[in-house]
């Protein structure tokens, strides 16, 4: 007997929002990028919770899934900052205002 | 309680305040240091609602591949800290709606769940083993692999794209605008 899927899933759901303050609060792209990283895994945790609930191991496999593309995702995501830095010389994206 | 609900809760503390240390940091490596151990911390809650194996993988792929990539760009890059404290007052106006905000849709999100009927019972405990996992999931979602493995070429492809060979204009540019 563990914790119930209430107690599961406000636990994803703190964690979510502490992902969603990092990436809005932060002023600087690699705490953006970690800040998704951070709700992918809270959402992970509560997919797993529910496949535990209704013994059903389509909620793990879907955690698969999110593990393969959250990995493509920081690559290209990592990639784009690099160029983004090299560009502009910063990290804070306030600074990307060549259009201005 | 029982010790099983009682290791949850443990973990559970654990990486709640991992994260959140971690993204209060002005220091990016240790962000993602701390970032790291919330991560094993969800690895064993992952493997106390029985997925061993994705337990491991969360280890090996998220806190040992794409963290480590993290710091690969971190540790590259040579980065100014922020100006000044992150969450002075001075500044409230950057992050006091978003923790209001944020407040609001938690509290939201604790009544609509406590209001709802099945989520009140402690779950009991089964796990998968990778084979039955593994059997699983080629089974049903071998389309997905496929495509998924599809989607790591382009990664592969756009991450050698965006980050290869260095563009002499670009880097003649910055020159330009630092002697300026």
Known sequence: MTASLGQILLVAGILFALGVFCAVVRRNLIMIVLGIEIMLNAVSIAFVGAALRWSNLEGQAFVLFILAVAATEVSVGLAMVVYAFRRTGSFDPASFNLLK | ?180
Not at chain 2, 72 to 96: D, Q, T
Request: hydrophobic share 60%; charged share 15%; proline share 3%.
């Open chain 2, 1 to 180: 309680m029982s010790f099983y609900t009682f290791l949850f809760y443990l973990i559970s503390a654990v990486v709640i305040g991992a994260t959140g240390v971690a993204i209060t940091r002005q220091n990016l490596v240790h962000a993602v240091v701390y970032l790291i151990f919330s991560f094993f911390g969800t690895a064993m809650l992952f493997y106390l609602f029985g997925a061993p194996l994705l337990a491991a993988l969360e280890i090996i792929i998220y806190a040992g591949a794409i963290m480590v990539l993290f710091l690969f760009v971190v540790m590259m890059i040579k980065i100014e800290p922020e100006r000044g404290a992150i969450f002075s007052l001075a500044r409230a106006g950057e992050w006091l709606p978003a923790v209001a905000f944020g407040l609001i849709y938690m509290v939201v999100a604790v009544l609509l769940i406590a209001r709802t009927p099945g989520m009140g019972a402690g779950l009991k405990l089964l796990a998968a083993s990778p084979g039955q996992f593994a059997l699983f999931v080629f089974e049903h979602h071998w389309f997905s692999i496929e495509v998924v493995s599809m989607l790591l070429l382009l990664a592969v492809v756009g991450a050698l794209q965006l980050g290869g060979k260095r563009d002499r204009r670009v880097d003649a540019e910055r020159a330009v605008k630092g002697e300026e």
